[in-house]
């Protein structure tokens, strides 16, 4: 089953797009035409009425959002890697020390050394799909990736401690 999110227009407001879950609450975001943002969770018995709304900024808007997409790119990657015998995704933090920190990706040869596919690196509330060899790596990058689970072990010993 797909997603169900209705718009509704709010005359002198804005607009409200309420996410309907499967188990039929509605979670609103009130965008008004001043620029600001709410999150608003409605009452069940009544759509025209909210239990509980919070303001958000525009940072705190576009943050939340970036957090719920992580959430989701993340889950389907590990949903997907699952499905298949063997096959891990793994998350791992690129460690302060890494002889890695502040270079290009692609100076760790992970693919060519441990045969493991690196999908994406979150940077905060950032995922970055299919990340270049040319993008650097930074302190707090999370490293997603996918593989058999000595070459995910393999990756995690190159990235902590360089080449053998």
Known sequence: MGVRIEKVDLPGIGVRHDLLTGTGR?????SHRDGDHDLAFVDEDDPDSSSDSVELTDDEAAALADLLGSSISMT???SLAGDVAGLYTEQLLLPTDSPYLNRPLGDTKARTRTRVSIVALVRGTTVMPSPTPAEILRPGDVIVAVGIREGLDALSRII???PD
Do not use: C, Q
Request: proline share 0%; charged share 20%; net charge positive.
């Open 26 to 30: 509605r979670v609103s975001v009130v």
């Open 76 to 78: 389907r990657l590990t």
């Open 160 to 162: 902590a401690n360089g």
